[in-house]
């Protein structure tokens, strides 16, 4: 081992220790150390760290969801260029997905020694630092479930890994006129002040999709490589974590998909078809928002000198809209599938659908077999009735809140 691996080692321990002297000492003597020695040490030790996850099931964006959330901005920031050092180091092939959420994270390599100091602007020691704890970080990152397969191993030649009709199925400007007529949908429901406005155009946007889904099912049933379930993975972060888990779970659930919730990592992960993953992911991501700014009226309208706490009104106004929006939703798919049917005569609609839920909810026992479902409960009675009466205007009363468990690891 050289001299800047030893320094490197001893400051990496001292980030996970509790001594916070010690951890001082080893960080102020990689600082005198020798500079460039240092940099390449770090760098490719970061490297290598960063490659073994890809085979662990991370990606990315996932990768660089949890350094946001863990890191200071600019030990993820650094973390993003790492990623893109890597990048220029992976043998094999590597997919174009992999490379698109490169792109997207705006994940750049100017390479060449010298590299922590560029970043540093004239503050080497907390830049040492930063990057010290990213690798602590990297380094101690679990394995989680493989969504794809990992750049350089079998089956990921440019464009594999997403089976065929979900190359893009959520993606902005993917050139789809429904998707486009979605967003529109969705942007103006965001947008609006008035609750029962909003609850019809996200209740159009849920119909078209459920739709579309059916279209994609009966279409795929014949092609010669059907798809196959995939899935996503969507932020999860505080606060109110079980809350956006919960609302993710009943959009899921509402269109054909199964959703499992890592809080240790901040990330529900769904399961489902390529057209159905990208109806959760446009419908959750604009849901969140209206139920936030609804949430947000509501605290205004509250009796004054109620005494009860925000945070407990809050949390029960999420989970209150979480669960209505998820009949709501679920109303929708259903009406869809029954008009479809009609029109199918059921013979081909109905055995095609069941056999897609039996696809997914397969793939989830092979990915997380040992799931186990979290109760949340309802701490203000009414924090739970303007969360259902902003979900449904058309039923006010609070009612026994009904305690359905989110699914977790």
């Known amino acids: 081992m050289s001299d ?12 996970r220790g509790t001594d916070v002297r010690e951890a001082e000492r080893a960080l102020d003597r990689l600082v005198v150390g020798d500079g460039p020695a240092v940099d390449a040490a770090l760098l490719a030790r970061l490297v290598r760290a960063v490659g073994r996850l890809w085979p662990r099931g991370w990606q990315p964006v996932d990768l660089d969801r949890i350094a946001l959330r863990r890191l200071p901005p600019r030990g993820a920031r650094l973390l993003r260029d790492v990623l893109a050092a890597q990048r220029r180091e992976q043998p094999g092939p590597v997919p ?3 490379d698109g959420q490169l792109a997207e994270l705006g994940a750049e390599w100017d390479g060449g020694p010298g590299w922590l100091d560029r970043r540093a ?52 400007g993917s050139g789809s006129r429904l998707l486009d007529r979605v967003r529109a949908l969705l942007a103006k429901a965001e947008s609006t002040t008035f609750p029962a406005e909003a609850e019809a155009l996200t209740g159009k ?62 990330f529900a992960t769904v399961l489902g078809f390529p057209t159905d993953l990208a109806a959760v992911e446009l419908l959750h991501t604009s849901l969140l928002v209206q139920a936030t700014a609804a949430m947000l009226r509501g605290r205004g309208e509250r009796r004054p000198g109620s005494g009860r706490r925000t945070k407990g009104y809050d949390e029960s106004f999420l989970n209150a809209f979480a669960l209505r929006i998820g009949e709501r939703l679920r109303a929708a798919t259903v009406a869809e599938e029954r008009a479809a049917a009609g029109e199918q005569a059921g013979e081909r609609l109905l055995p095609v659908l069941a056999a897609r839920t039996d696809a997914v909810r397969e793939r989830l026992d092979q990915l997380f077999p040992g799931v186990t479902r979290h109760r949340l409960q309802v701490r203000d009675r009414d924090g739970w009735a303007s969360g259902t009466s902003a979900a449904d205007r058309a039923s006010l009363a609070a009612g026994a809140p009904d305690r359905r468990p989110v699914r977790s690891r």
């Open 96 to 98: 174009g997905w992999f």
């Open 121 to 172: 602007q004239g503050d080497r020691i907390s830049t040492l630092r930063d990057a010290v704890e990213a690798l602590a970080l990297v380094e101690g990152l679990p394995p989680i479930a493989a969504l794809r397969p990992p750049p350089g191993g079998p089956g990921t030649a440019r464009g594999a890994g997403v089976p065929g009709s979900a190359r893009g199925a959520g993606a902005p």
């Open 205 to 266: 946007a849920q119909e078209l999709m459920a739709r579309h889904s059916i279209d994609a099912a009966l279409l795929d049933a014949t092609a010669e490589r059907p798809d196959r379930p995939g899935g996503i993975r969507l932020g999860t972060d505080a606060p109110y974590a079980a809350a956006k888990a919960l609302l993710i779970q009943e959009v899921a659930g509402a269109n054909r998909c199964e959703s499992v919730w890592s809080d240790d990592l901040g």
């Open 4 to 15: 800047a691996d030893r320094l490197l080692a001893d400051a990496l321990a001292g980030a």
